[in-house]
């Protein structure tokens, strides 16, 4: 069995208080901004039901997001945008809103347990890869880097109602995909991702015949 409170208890040991927990959720979409969260749980009060947020349903999800809220010592939510995403890369855009999280928690963290990341903030970190899946903190910042972004894409469904952003989340699903092709693309679809910039090269193309 895994011990998720592994790399708490080896940070604790060495003397360290505040250990925080990052990771971020829709750097693979289609549409929509990169969302990263920052936690810093109290070890003494955790959930032994928190997982790696794609493993849970969107109600085990939305209960743990908030037992996580009320119980934790901080954390924080950071969104970049579409066109920051297109203009500086989604691997950029990724690091930009982990260090936006971290930066705007109210307790200022002694060490980073980062999902297969490094931010190199002046901060003592560990890269761990699959870390929603061997850490309570990684996976709390999964959890509410999760939920704050799918209710954003439920929310930008109600506008854009043709493309199934509350049940897609924005990923390229088969039904997302036919939705581009028949009715074009929105104003928070990621222009420099692949199918978009296939279709947009295609709608360029069709000018000319």
């Known amino acids: ?11 604790i040991s060495l003397g360290h208080k505040y250990i925080c927990g990052v990771d971020e959720v829709g750097r693979g979409c289609l549409a929509g901004p990169v969302v990263a969260a920052a936690v810093i749980l109290d070890i003494n009060n955790i959930s032994e039901d928190i997982n790696d947020s794609k493993k849970l349903t969107a109600k085990k999800r939305e209960s743990l997001y908030t037992k996580i809220i009320e119980t934790s010592l901080a954390y924080s939510v950071a969104v970049i945008d579409v066109e920051t995403i297109d203009k500086v890369n989604i691997y950029n855009a990724t690091k930009l809103a ?13 060490v980073l347990l980062i999902d297969a990341m490094k931010l190199f903030m002046g901060i003592k970190e560990m890269s761990i890869i699959k870390g ?7 996976a709390s910042a999964s959890i509410i880097a999760k939920v704050y972004r799918d209710n954003l894409m439920i929310e930008y469904s109600k506008k854009y109602d043709k493309y199934g952003f509350d049940i897609n989340k924005g990923y390229g699903v088969s039904v997302h995909l036919k939705a581009i092709e028949k009715y074009g693309i929105t104003d928070i679809h990621r222009k420099s991702f692949k199918p978009v910039c296939l279709y947009l090269e295609d709608e360029k193309s069709n000018l000319f015949k």
């Open 1 to 11: 069995m895994i011990d998720m409170l592994k790399y708490e208890k080896e940070a």
């Open 98 to 110: 982990m260090m936006d999280a971290i930066n705007n928690l109210s307790i200022k963290p002694d």
């Open 132 to 138: 929603d899946m061997l850490s309570f903190s990684i």
